[in-house]
């Protein structure tokens, strides 16, 4: 990664101009084919008189950088202050409290925070080195020069091989392999400067020649079983679902391959929201979380639920849907949608969450439906805020 790279910083939402003698045509047409056809990440708009003859860029919700090439990145800033961000990534992770310290408040930029959860990542994988990698038992079916397990096939002359079926004692196991491939994509990506590239190098050497590489995407963090014996694979894997989740696929930009590191904040507000209320419901209350629901004879239409929040009955108490966006009032789109996701599961209150209060707050009645708008501000104290959420949640009329 180059030293000093030219970096052009934009805010989400929020647009930024560029005179055309500012940067190359190229720029903008790479930037439109890749982040605004390609996933909508980034609005591009070419001079016009609606552009007084400027190039006009607004991120839409994603926050991160692009290095267009070694000497040019664009960093997207998001709206919410670092510090609740990275308390939100926290949060939504269930990172433990080691990954918030008082020297994370000191933390100026998001290539700043990658930096360092990309070296506490690689140290964590060194230490798990020094205990030993998990293992377990496969079953394998190999030629040998011995009897090993149960025979399958003898051999014929001239080979005196046997085929046999036995296990095998090996760390060649998605918990591990999932660590090489997270540490591979950081080293690929170069974000980092070089001390923590060697960091990376080395916890990479531990698993190279240990495990099969193979391909995962951040969904495969989510499917794996903690015991005692393992529970410190739980961190590094909500560590590689934070890597895998948010780089972006790599594109050609001249004679270089580049990778961005891209979040969605309407996805980690949505996984925040969620996660924080889950770690403080009422005893015996459960949330949700994707639900789905089938109709149709042939269950051939579904909707998916943000959040479903039932009570210690396991009745349906509230559906929740968040919204990363700050309109003047909840839309008749937003409105109908959750009507409809009421409706299917005959829930009486249902609430549309906003980051910040709205100027024109729902508060209505349907028939026998209660529908809401809350907000879960993230520019106050999270806590806070979470709190006076819940609370209102839980209450009913």
Known sequence: MPAHPQIFELTEYQPTYFSPEQLPASVFTYLYHNFDQNGGKVEVQF????????????????????????????????????????????????????????????????????????????????????????????????????????????????????????????????HNQILAYTLDQILRARHCQENTQTILRRAYHTLHGLVTYTEFDSSACHSSVYTRLNQDYRSLHALCRFFLENTGPSHKSGDHTIQPFLINMALLFEQFVAEWITQHLPNAWQLKTQEIVHFGTERQLQFKIDMVLYDKNGRCHTILDTKYKTPTKPSPADINQIIAYAKSKACHNAILIYPQPLPQPLDIWLDDLHLRSLSFPLHSDLDTAGKQLLQKTLLTN
């Open 47 to 174: 001079p016009s008189p609606r552009t007084n003859g400027r190039y006009r860029l607004t991120p839409q919700g994603w926050v991160g950088w692009i290095p267009i090439s070694p000497t040019l990145h664009l960093s997207l800033l998001p709206k919410v202050n670092l510090s609740n961000l990275f308390r939100m990534w926290q949060t939504a992770y269930r990172l433990p409290d080691i990954f918030w310290q008082d020297s994370w408040v000191q933390v100026k930029s998001l290539r700043e925070f990658y930096e360092r959860l990309a070296a506490i990542f690689a140290k964590m994988v060194l230490h798990r080195s020094r205990l030993g990698f998990r293992q377990a038992y496969l079953p394998q079916t190999t030629p040998l020069p011995y009897i090993r397990g149960r025979i399958t096939k003898l051999p014929q002359p001239p080979q005196t091989a046997v085929t046999c079926h036995h296990h095998r004692h090996t760390p060649d196991l998605p």
